[in-house]
């Protein structure tokens, strides 16, 4: 006799046989029980979660020979029952989407729709993968959806739902199907290994189970190759090195060398997974659920339900934890870095072609270095922390802060006279404003009162910006802050979509919903030596400069203010300021 994989074996014959779709089960059961079946089912869902599945046995429970009517709890003993587990019911049609997608195949269903069944209550037609239909095919399939026989019932199953058209979705009753937990289908796993008269240790099955990601039916694939590896009671190194995983101990090591800083020990067992022919898009994905579990236990605790970190191995991760505590300060801040990391690196190694191995590395590199990194809020925080630099000489003493003006209300705000051109500077600087518009102290508590809410928003981010952000021109609508001073990091930092956002929002603030913010890179704002005397230039009316033609040399930097913040990062970290 031909062997039967174990995926066809064991694969659900009723609801009660159902792992993971709990929900679904209850919905068509309650619906069959109280007559309340409709004519077009759509199951949606990822592969391998019990789709088809589910729509067999419901053709079965439609057709139960050992029923009067329609069953929530089908026989699976009678001929229709066998048959349609098998495949081969006359009045039940499965057909596959992909092959079966054009207009003509259409065509000759509805020709078949008309035919009353040949000894059950409904002829069942089940279409696979429904959304590989052509636009023609589905509109060719929608009359006869809209309005089918009573004898006739309609079984879609996909797994991209959103290819559907809506005139196709809006006549199903549609039923989501979930990626089944970890736990549910390591003890599936255990019964089918049970069934077979074989030993499997419950390691492995969580190990498989965590391949998976989801699937039952990719799990029971995996488990039926891993048992005909040798009679034997199989391993978990068995297991990893069938499937080329390296397993989440694996991925704890590697993380354990990027949060020690050592780069070549990380690099040398990237290289040895790689030598035993593994891909690289495998090793970031691991390392990435390897990060995703991290996360789960720093902020639900060693005993959440949500990781899959298997219990004998969580003091391990704990410890991981515990040594990233220590030296990042916030091991929170280590793997969202961490994690950023990965994500951009598996962007890239879709577009690296050959230089993927290139990419990977790179990015393990940058990885481990983490380590000796600061973020800027963690910054920001020793900053305010630290004592405060006595200054060198008077010429050097701290600039007095203007004082803050009371929060004025929304209404308040919204009666302010709007200034047309703005000129003080973050650090409250003057210049004299034309006949007619604002009092230039009316400007520099309108540009206070913008930096005093974007502190509210992001301490660090208001610390760089009243640094290096000097107000430009004010339209009366739109105002354009100068951005010349500020290096490149700050310029990626000012471009970023959330910091843009919390400038906006600090400015719309103060000055009404319909403000707009522009920063200019190129723009130097004046000294404050000179602010009173600095011309104002109209950059609305400068020529645009072409593309490729050369920028003109940048004027030579003036003397720095003195700045308390600067002051005591120099001291704080003994830096020499070279720009």
């Known amino acids: ?4 994989v174990l995926a066809r074996k064991y694969r659900p014959k009723s609801f009660s046989e159902l792992t993971g779709q709990d929900a679904v089960a209850r919905v068509l059961r309650g619906a069959i029980e109280q007559n309340r079946l409709g004519h077009a089912f759509l199951f949606t869902g990822p592969r391998g979660v019990g789709k088809t599945s589910t729509a067999r046995i419901l053709a079965a429970a439609l057709n139960c020979q050992n029923a009067s009517a329609p069953t929530a709890t089908p026989c699976g003993t009678c001929d229709s029952c066998r048959a349609i587990a098998a495949g081969n019911d006359v009045d039940v049609v499965e057909i596959d989407g992909a092959s079966n997608r054009k207009i003509d195949d259409i065509r000759a ?5 008309g035919y009353a069944p040949m000894r059950s209550r409904f002829k ?3 279409i696979d993968e429904v959304h590989q239909l052509t636009s023609e095919a589905f509109n060719a399939l929608l009359k006869t959806l809209e309005e089918p026989p009573p004898h006739v019932k309609f079984l879609f199953a996909t797994t991209e739902v959103e290819k559907v058209p809506e005139t196709i979705r809006s006549r199903c009753q549609i039923h989501e199907f979930h990626r089944i937990r970890e736990d549910e289908i390591a003890q599936r796993l255990q019964e089918v290994a049970a069934a077979e008269g074989r030993e499997v240790p419950r390691p492995v099955l969580e190990a498989i189970a965590s391949a998976a990601r989801g699937g039952m039916r990719d799990a029971q694939t995996m488990l039926d190759q891993l048992l005909a590896m040798g009679p034997g009671v199989p391993s978990l190194e068995d297991f990893e090195r069938m499937s080329g995983r390296s397993g989440l101990a ?3 090591a590697w993380l354990g060398f990027a949060q020690k800083g050592d780069t070549a020990s990380l690099l040398r067992a990237i290289a040895e997974a790689l030598d035993r022919g593994r891909r690289e898009e495998d090793l970031i994905e691991e390392l990435t659920v390897a990060l995703r579990e991290l996360l789960l236990l720093r902020a639900l605790g060693a005993n959440t339900e949500l990781s899959s970190v298997p ?9 991981l934890l515990t040594d990233a505590e220590k030296s990042e300060g916030d091991a929170l801040e280590w793997i969202d870095a961490g994690l950023a990391l990965l994500l951009r690196a598996r962007g890239d190694l879709r577009r690296a072609g050959s230089a993927a191995r290139l990419v990977l590395e790179l990015a393990l590199v940058r990885f481990a270095r983490l380590r000796g990194l600061t973020s800027l809020d963690a910054l920001a925080r020793r900053l305010e922390q630290a004592p405060a630099a006595a200054p060198a000489s008077a010429s050097a003493a701290p600039r007095a802060a203007p004082p803050r003006p009371a929060a004025a209300s929304p209404a308040a705000r919204a009666q302010a006279p709007a200034p047309s051109s703005v000129s003080a500077s973050a650090a ?8 007619g518009r604002p009092r230039p102290q009316d400007e520099t508590e309108l540009f206070g009162r913008f930096l005093e809410e974007l502190a509210q928003r992001d301490r660090a981010l208001h610390e760089v910006a009243s640094g290096r952000m000097a107000p430009l021109r004010w339209t009366g609508q739109e105002l354009t802050l100068a951005l010349g001073g500020a290096d ?4 990626v930092l000012f471009d970023d979509p959330q910091n843009r956002r919390l400038l906006e929002e600090s400015l719309r603030a103060v000055l009404g919903p319909q403000a707009k913010l522009v920063l200019d890179g190129d723009a130097a704002p004046p000294s404050s030596a000179s602010r009173s005397e600095a011309p104002r230039v109209d950059r609305s009316a400068a020529p645009e400069r072409r593309t490729g033609e050369p920028a003109g040399e940048r004027a030579p930097r003036r003397e720095r203010p003195a700045d308390p913040l600067v002051d005591r990062a120099k001291q704080l970290f003994d830096g020499e300021e070279v720009d």
């Open 1 to 4: 006799m031909s062997y039967e």
């Open 109 to 113: 269903l509805r020709e078949q729709v």
């Open 124 to 126: 069942v037609y089940i």
């Open 250 to 252: 694996a991925a704890l």
């Open 311 to 319: 219990s004998a191995q969580r003091s391990a991760w704990s410890a």
């Open 428 to 435: 409250g600087g003057r210049s004299a404003a034309p006949a």
């Open 488 to 491: 490149f990091t700050e310029l």
